[in-house]
C-alpha cells in the first residue's frame, strides 16, 4: 500500500537529518561564522560557499550537508596536522628546559664543591712551604684533570690518579734528599715504581681512588643522562605525524566547524583514540624512559650515600696533606728500602737534610676529621631531595602526552553525552585503546600498520637504553666512557615492546566512571528514532573493523 511505501522513505528522511546533526533552519544555513573562522586561520575566502552545500565530496569528514570544499578539507587537515605538530614540540620544549634546569642546578651545586676543594688544598697545603709553592702546577693539575673529566673528557681516571701519587712520590723524595745528593729522572722513576710494593703513602692511595672514581663516574654520568634525555625528547618531539594521523585529528578538531557545531567539543575518549594512535611510537619509548628516569633517581640518592658527594670532595686536600706527612714521618724507612732496590743515588759530599725537614708542623689535620660545614650536608640533602622529586614527575610524560593534548582539545569529563564523536553530538560509543603501537590494532580513529615502527623512534629507545646501561655501570664504581651515544647503535632497536611486556593501558587514567545521574538523565530524554538512529554510526564502525 501506499503508506508501506512511504515509511521507509521517511525513515531515510530523517536518517539524513539526524546525519545533519544541527538545527536545519529552512535548505541553506548561512556559513557566515566558518567563513570567518577560515579566514582568521589566514586561508582566502576564494571558492568558499556562501550557504550550506551538499558533502558528497567530503573524504575526512561525515557526509552531508556542508560549508567546506575538498580544499577546505585539506587545508583545515594539513593545519590540524601542524597544529598537534606544534603542541607536541612545546609540550617537548618544556620538558627540554626542566632537563636544562635541572642540568644547571647539578652542575653548579658540583662545580663550586669542585672549586671550594681546589681552594682548601691551597690552604692545607701551604704550611710545606717549598714542597707546596714549587710543585703547585701538579696539585692544581689532579684539580683540572678531575675537572676536564667530569665535563667528559675521555680521560682514565684510575691513570690520573696513579701517575699523580707517582709524581708526588718522587717530588717527595727529592725534597727530602740531602741538598748535595744528584738525583737523576732514571733514578726518581726507580723511586716512583716503589709505591705499589712499598706503599709510602700508606692506604691513603687506594682509599681516594676509590671514593674519587666513584664519585666522578656517577656525577659524570648523571650530567650525561640529562642531557641525553633532553636530547632524545627533543628528537622524538620533531617526528612528523603520519598521514592517517591528520586524518584522524581533522575529524578530530575541525570537521564539527564543517557541519555546522563549532560549538561541539570532542568526547574524551574519542580524543583519546586519535592521540593514542596519532603517538603509537612516542608511548613505546615509556618502559625505557621509566627505566632511565628510575635509575638516574637511584645516582642521585647514591650522592648521599656515605661517604657523601661534598664529603667526598671536601677531603681531598686533606688526604693528600696526610699522605705527604706520612711519607715524611717513615722517610728514613722508605729511603732505605729505595736504596736496597734503586741503589744509592750519585752522591758527592755527607749533605744534611733540607732545613726545612728540621721543622715539625704542629697543627696537623688528618683526613677524618676534615668534614665540609654542617650546611654542605643539608644542600646536598636538598640538592638530592630537588633533583629526585623533578625527575619523578617526569616519568609517565610518554604515555601521559595524549592526555595532556586532549586537556587542551576535548570536552571536560562530565560532558560526554553532547560532544563531537566523529560523525555527530553524542556518546562516544569504542573502547579507549591502551598505549604504544602493538595497542593500536583495533584503534576505529587512526589506521596503523604496527609492523612497522618508526625508526627515529626507535633509536631513541636504544639511546635511552645504553644511557640505562652506563649508569647502572657508573653506581657500580665502574668507569665510563662517553663515545657519542650513535655509535652504540647494533640495530635498528628493540621489539615492539621492550622485554617482551607490552605496556598496558593504566586502568582509570581515561575511563570516565559509570555515572548513575547522568545514565537517568539520558534515559528521560525522549528516545525518538533520532536517538536509535545516532546511535548507529559509530556501531556500525565498530562492526566494519
Given at each position: 500500500?501506499?503508506?508501506?511505501?512511504?515509511?521507509?522513505?521517511?525513515?531515510?528522511?530523517?536518517?539524513?537529518?539526524?546525519?545533519?546533526?544541527?538545527?536545519?533552519?529552512?535548505?541553506?544555513?548561512?556559513?557566515?561564522?566558518?567563513?570567518?573562522?577560515?579566514?582568521?586561520?589566514?586561508?582566502?575566502?576564494?571558492?568558499?560557499?556562501?550557504?550550506?552545500?551538499?558533502?558528497?565530496?567530503?573524504?575526512?569528514?561525515?557526509?552531508?550537508?556542508?560549508c567546506c570544499t575538498?580544499?577546505?578539507?585539506?587545508?583545515?587537515?594539513?593545519?590540524?596536522?601542524?597544529?598537534?605538530?606544534?603542541?607536541?614540540?612545546?609540550?617537548?620544549?618544556?620538558?627540554?628546559?626542566?632537563?636544562?634546569?635541572?642540568?644547571?642546578?647539578?652542575?653548579?651545586?658540583?662545580?663550586?664543591?669542585?672549586?671550594?676543594?681546589?681552594?682548601?688544598?691551597?690552604?692545607?697545603?701551604?704550611?710545606?712551604?717549598?714542597?707546596?709553592?714549587?710543585?703547585?702546577?701538579?696539585?692544581?693539575?689532579?684539580?683540572?684533570?678531575?675537572?676536564?673529566?667530569?665535563?667528559?673528557?675521555?680521560?682514565?681516571?684510575?691513570?690520573?690518579?696513579?701517575?699523580?701519587?707517582?709524581?708526588?712520590?718522587?717530588?717527595?723524595?727529592?725534597?727530602?734528599?740531602?741538598?748535595?745528593?744528584?738525583?737523576?729522572?732514571?733514578?726518581?722513576?726507580?723511586?716512583?715504581?716503589?709505591?705499589?710494593?712499598?706503599?709510602?703513602?700508606?692506604?691513603?692511595?687506594?682509599?681516594?681512588?676509590?671514593?674519587?672514581?666513584?664519585?666522578?663516574?656517577?656525577?659524570?654520568?648523571?650530567?650525561?643522562?640529562?642531557?641525553?634525555?633532553?636530547?632524545?625528547?627533543?628528537?622524538?618531539?620533531?617526528?612528523?605525524?603520519?598521514?592517517?594521523?591528520?586524518?584522524?585529528?581533522?575529524?578530530?578538531?575541525?570537521?564539527?566547524?564543517?557541519?555546522?557545531?563549532?560549538?561541539?567539543?570532542?568526547?574524551?575518549?574519542?580524543?583519546?583514540?586519535?592521540?593514542?594512535?596519532?603517538?603509537?611510537?612516542?608511548?613505546?619509548?615509556?618502559?625505557?624512559?621509566?627505566?632511565?628516569?628510575?635509575?638516574?633517581?637511584?645516582?642521585?640518592?647514591?650522592?648521599?650515600?656515605?661517604?657523601?658527594?661534598?664529603?667526598?670532595?671536601?677531603?681531598?686536600?686533606?688526604?693528600?696533606?696526610?699522605?705527604?706527612?706520612?711519607?715524611?714521618?717513615?722517610?728514613?724507612?722508605?729511603?732505605?728500602?729505595?736504596y736496597q732496590t734503586?741503589?744509592?743515588?750519585?752522591?758527592?759530599?755527607?749533605?744534611?737534610?733540607?732545613?726545612?725537614?728540621?721543622?715539625?708542623?704542629?697543627?696537623?689535620?688528618?683526613?677524618?676529621?676534615?668534614?665540609?660545614?654542617?650546611?654542605?650536608?643539608?644542600?646536598?640533602?636538598?640538592?638530592?631531595?630537588?633533583?629526585?622529586?623533578?625527575?619523578?614527575?617526569?616519568?609517565?610524560?610518554?604515555?601521559?602526552?595524549?592526555?595532556?593534548?586532549?586537556?587542551?582539545?576535548?570536552?571536560?569529563?562530565?560532558?560526554?553525552?553532547?560532544?563531537?564523536?566523529?560523525?555527530t553530538k553524542a556518546?562516544?560509543?569504542?573502547?579507549?585503546?591502551?598505549?604504544?603501537?602493538?595497542?593500536?590494532?583495533?584503534?576505529?580513529?587512526?589506521?596503523?600498520?604496527?609492523?612497522?615502527?618508526?625508526?627515529?623512534?626507535?633509536?631513541?629507545?636504544?639511546?635511552?637504553?645504553?644511557?640505562?646501561?652506563?649508569?647502572?655501570?657508573?653506581?657500580?664504581?665502574?668507569?665510563?666512557?662517553?663515545?657519542?651515544?650513535?655509535?652504540?647503535?647494533?640495530?635498528?632497536?628493540?621489539?615492539?615492546?621492550?622485554?617482551?611486556?607490552?605496556?598496558?593501558?593504566?586502568?582509570?587514567?581515561?575511563?570516565?566512571?559509570?555515572?548513575?545521574?547522568?545514565?537517568?538523565?539520558?534515559?528521560?530524554?525522549?528516545?525518538?528514532?533520532?536517538?536509535?538512529?545516532?546511535?548507529?554510526?559509530?556501531?556500525?564502525?565498530?562492526?566494519?573493523?
Amino acid at each position: 500500500s501506499d503508506i508501506s511505501m512511504r515509511v521507509p522513505a521517511l525513515l531515510r528522511v530523517l536518517a539524513c537529518l539526524c546525519a545533519a546533526a544541527g538545527p536545519v533552519a529552512g535548505a541553506d544555513r548561512s556559513c557566515t561564522d566558518l567563513r570567518q573562522f577560515y579566514t582568521s586561520k589566514g586561508f582566502t575566502l576564494a571558492g568558499v560557499p556562501q550557504t550550506e552545500i551538499s558533502g558528497e565530496h567530503l573524504r575526512m569528514c561525515p557526509q552531508g550537508p556542508t560549508c567546506c570544499t575538498s580544499t577546505m578539507e585539506e587545508n583545515l587537515a594539513t593545519l590540524s596536522g601542524r597544529e598537534t605538530e606544534g603542541l607536541i614540540r612545546e609540550a617537548g620544549r618544556s620538558l627540554q628546559a626542566a632537563f636544562n634546569a635541572l642540568h644547571r642546578s647539578f652542575d653548579t651545586y658540583f662545580t663550586e664543591l669542585h672549586s671550594h676543594s681546589e681552594r682548601s688544598l691551597q690552604d692545607a697545603l701551604s704550611p710545606l712551604g717549598p714542597l707546596y709553592s714549587q710543585n703547585s702546577r701538579l696539585f692544581g693539575g689532579l684539580y683540572t684533570d678531575l675537572r676536564q673529566y667530569y665535563r667528559g673528557s675521555a680521560l682514565n681516571l684510575d691513570e690520573t690518579l696513579s701517575e699523580f701519587w707517582s709524581y708526588l712520590l718522587e717530588r717527595t723524595f727529592k725534597f727530602s734528599a740531602p741538598t748535595d745528593v744528584n738525583l737523576s729522572e732514571d733514578y726518581l722513576e726507580c723511586v716512583a715504581k716503589q709505591q705499589a710494593t712499598l706503599r709510602p703513602f700508606g692506604d691513603i692511595p687506594r682509599d681516594m681512588r676509590t671514593k674519587v672514581i666513584r664519585a666522578f663516574v656517577t656525577a659524570r654520568s648523571f650530567v650525561q643522562g640529562l642531557i641525553v634525555s633532553g636530547d632524545v625528547v627533543r628528537k622524538v618531539s620533531q617526528v612528523s605525524l603520519s598521514p592517517e594521523c591528520l586524518k584522524g585529528l581533522m575529524k578530530l578538531v575541525y570537521c564539527p566547524y564543517c557541519r555546522g557545531i563549532a560549538s561541539v567539543k570532542p568526547c574524551s575518549n574519542y580524543c583519546s583514540n586519535v592521540m593514542k594512535g596519532c603517538l603509537a611510537n612516542q608511548a613505546d619509548l615509556d618502559s625505557e624512559w621509566q627505566n632511565l628516569i628510575d635509575t638516574m633517581i637511584q645516582v642521585a640518592s647514591s650522592f648521599s650515600t656515605d661517604p657523601s658527594l661534598d664529603v667526598v670532595l671536601a677531603s681531598i686536600p686533606a688526604q693528600i696533606y696526610e699522605a705527604i706527612h706520612l711519607l715524611k714521618e717513615n722517610m728514613d724507612t722508605f729511603t732505605a728500602k729505595v736504596y736496597q732496590t734503586c741503589g744509592s743515588p750519585g752522591e758527592t759530599g755527607t749533605g744534611s737534610p733540607s732545613p726545612h725537614e728540621q721543622k715539625r708542623k704542629s697543627g696537623f689535620l688528618t683526613a677524618s676529621e676534615y668534614k665540609p660545614s654542617p650546611t654542605a650536608g643539608i644542600r646536598l640533602e636538598m640538592q638530592v631531595s630537588d633533583l629526585s622529586s623533578k625527575l619523578r614527575e617526569m616519568r609517565q610524560y610518554w604515555t601521559q602526552l595524549s592526555a595532556a593534548l586532549c586537556n587542551k582539545l576535548a570536552a571536560g569529563g562530565t560532558n560526554q553525552e553532547k560532544c563531537w564523536n566523529g560523525i555527530t553530538k553524542a556518546r562516544y560509543l569504542p573502547e579507549v585503546m591502551g598505549d604504544g603501537l602493538a595497542n593500536q590494532i583495533n584503534n576505529p580513529e587512526v589506521e596503523l600498520d604496527i609492523t612497522k615502527p618508526d625508526m627515529t623512534i626507535r633509536e631513541q629507545i636504544m639511546q635511552l637504553k645504553i644511557m640505562s646501561d652506563r649508569l647502572k655501570r657508573a653506581l657500580d664504581g665502574n668507569d665510563v666512557d662517553f663515545q657519542d651515544a650513535s655509535d652504540d647503535l647494533g640495530g635498528s632497536g628493540s621489539g615492539m615492546c621492550a622485554g617482551g611486556q607490552c605496556s598496558r593501558g593504566r586502568p582509570g587514567l581515561y575511563a570516565y566512571p559509570f555515572d548513575d545521574n547522568r545514565a537517568r538523565g539520558a534515559a528521560a530524554a525522549p528516545p525518538g528514532l533520532c536517538g536509535l538512529l545516532l546511535l548507529l554510526p559509530p556501531a556500525v564502525l565498530l562492526l566494519q573493523r
